[in-house]
């Protein structure tokens, strides 16, 4: 951490600062995309990237490893990664929550061989998705603007942050001999994307524009994270005035964030989150 | 008495096609669990026949969907400034799009199983999300995927899917407002008709 996070952070702020820079001559009016000129430019690095470098070594590692191999490569990180998640949930409250991720983590790391098996979800104690950027979300930080990060790709303002902090308090990124981290963060990388392979085929057949596909998706996936897959349902389009009662428009904020909003834990929280989210 | 006959049979048609009227979940688990018995036992559609794969969709998945419905929600504001004709374009060419996504997915599949959660359906109630999940055998990340479905005439159609809680249909809304705020809904048309057409070059080169 010493050595790397400094680093990784100049870098971003680097690339803040030429996003704004850039921000002024690139806005096509999208307004949860204001820097859509220079995030454009960072996609088609990150493509380029992929293209050459990380989909061909994914591929081959998929091609190389038995799928069996692959799944616990794939628990093993996944059950390092139950700890960050539990704190994330204990950070948003839900302690119910935060003593299963702990509980997982015990057991996986026991009876599952270090996380190679993932026992904890056969015996019923579900895995979780969460990470500082939905915690703050949760907080009812909004999201802010959509930025494309150099390598680790699409994220929000918020996310960003977030995303400094995950990668702070990484446990893998903490691995003494630097040797043994390196190979444990490409393999986990190179795993990570081996396992979104099958995804790809699908994005290009549905995109028109892969960009504003996968801007798209992503917002409206870390919205459903954010909830915990409860979202309130976006308000609609107003060709359907003649059905439903008029909603303001997707843009404005709104009254809402009632009927079906999740967050026992914190109504109000969720209310404000909610109007960041749809801003 | 031919009058009272053709009562008759009218009265007997409609009490049978209210008898059938299938619950929304269970009109998802049937069509899945056909679709998959299909998907399993062939072992084209596993090795990337996506001709095949379309083919099913549009025999067995798409009489359960309202495609007009779903174009409109894409298109959102813009939906009523295209005329009739327009309209009826979009609707073929996204239904195009969104069958070949959907086969494309179904080449994909790899011993997945779903798992249907629990649902009720309230009296009276016209608009629904049944909430399935996809097992990946072993790994640790199952995928949510649901199906919204609106109650019409003809029995309950789907309008909207999320993956993930990504809605595949309204992932479409700013791509199709950009697209006509640059050349117009005609360019949208055109936009649509060449990527279906890319994608039948695709389909031909597996």
Same mark, same amino acid.
């Given at each position: 951490m010493k050595t790397t996070l400094p680093v990784r952070i100049k870098s971003l702020v680097l690339a803040f600062a030429a996003a704004g820079l850039l921000a002024g001559c690139a806005s096509s009016g999208n307004p949860r995309d204001p820097i859509e000129g220079f995030n454009r430019a960072m996609? #088609? @690095?990150?493509?380029?990237?992929?293209?050459?470098?990380?989909? !061909?070594?994914?591929?081959?590692?998929?091609?190389?490893? !038995?799928? !069996?191999?692959?799944?616990?490569?794939?628990?093993?990180?996944?059950?390092?990664?139950?700890?960050?998640?539990?704190?994330?949930?204990?950070? =948003? %409250?839900?302690? !119910?929550?935060?003593?299963? +991720?702990?509980?997982?983590?015990?057991?996986?790391?026991?009876?599952?061989?270090?996380?190679?098996?993932?026992?904890?979800? +056969? #015996?019923?104690?579900?895995?979780?998705?969460?990470?500082?950027? =939905?915690? @703050?979300?949760?907080?009812?930080? %909004?999201? %802010? #603007?959509?930025?494309?990060?150099?390598?680790? %790709?699409?994220?929000? #303002?918020?996310?960003?942050?977030?995303l400094i902090l995950d990668l702070a308090a990484d446990p893998v990124a903490h691995v003494s001999p630097n040797a043994e981290r390196n190979v444990s963060l490409v393999l986990r990388a190179v795993n990570d994307r081996a396992n979104l392979l099958p995804a790809d085929k699908v994005v290009e057949e549905a995109a028109l524009d892969k960009y504003s596909y996968i801007r798209d998706a992503y917002l409206q996936r870390r919205r459903n994270l954010i909830y915990d897959g409860n979202p309130p349902r976006e308000p609609d389009a107003d060709a359907e005035q003649v059905e439903r009662p008029v909603r303001a428009e997707a843009g404005a904020a709104e009254p809402r964030a009632s009927a079906d909003s999740v967050a026992p834990a914190s109504p109000v929280l969720v209310a404000r989150t909610e109007t960041a989210e749809a801003k | 008495m031919k009058f009272l006959f053709v009562l008759f049979s009218g009265l007997l048609i409609s009490t049978t096609v209210l008898a059938q009227e299938v619950a929304p979940d269970v009109m998802v688990k049937t069509v899945t669990n056909e679709v998959l018995d299909i998907v399993r036992k062939d072992k084209d559609i596993q090795s990337g026949n996506t001709k095949k794969a379309i083919d099913l969709v549009e025999g067995k998945v798409l009489p359960n969907f309202n495609f007009t419905r779903m174009t409109q929600l894409a298109m959102a504001r813009d939906w009523r400034q295209a005329s009739a004709a327009q309209q009826k374009i979009l609707t073929d060419e996204f239904h195009t799009l969104l069958v070949r996504t959907y086969a494309k997915a179904l080449t994909e599949y790899k011993n997945q199983s779903v798992e249907y959660k629990p649902f009720s359906l309230k009296a009276g109630e016209t608009d629904v999300r049944v909430r399935t999940e996809i097992k990946q055998a072993g790994a640790g990340k199952n995928i949510e995927l649901d199906y919204w479905l609106e109650k019409s005439a003809a029995g309950w159609k789907v309008y909207d899917i999320e993956v993930g809680g990504i809605s595949i249909v309204t992932n479409y809304r700013e791509s199709f407002a950009a697209e006509i705020r640059k050349s117009g809904i005609d360019g949208l048309i055109k936009l649509l008709q060449a990527k279906n057409k890319s994608g039948e070059t695709v389909a031909v080169k597996k």
């Open positions: 996609f #088609a @690095f990150n493509e380029g990237l992929d293209s050459a470098i990380v989909k !061909p070594v994914a591929t081959g590692y998929e091609a190389v490893l !038995p799928s !069996p191999v692959r799944t616990g490569v794939t628990n093993f990180f996944g059950n390092i990664a139950d700890l960050l998640i539990g704190v994330n949930n204990l950070l =948003q %409250g839900k302690a !119910p929550e935060a003593f299963s +991720d702990l509980g997982r983590v015990v057991i996986n790391s026991t009876i599952g061989l270090l996380g190679v098996f993932d026992i904890a979800s +056969d #015996a019923g104690l579900e895995k979780h998705n969460e990470d500082f950027g =939905q915690t @703050f979300g949760r907080w009812g930080v %909004g999201s %802010g #603007a959509y930025v494309m990060i150099p390598v680790f %790709g699409p994220r929000t #303002a918020r996310d960003t942050v977030g | -």
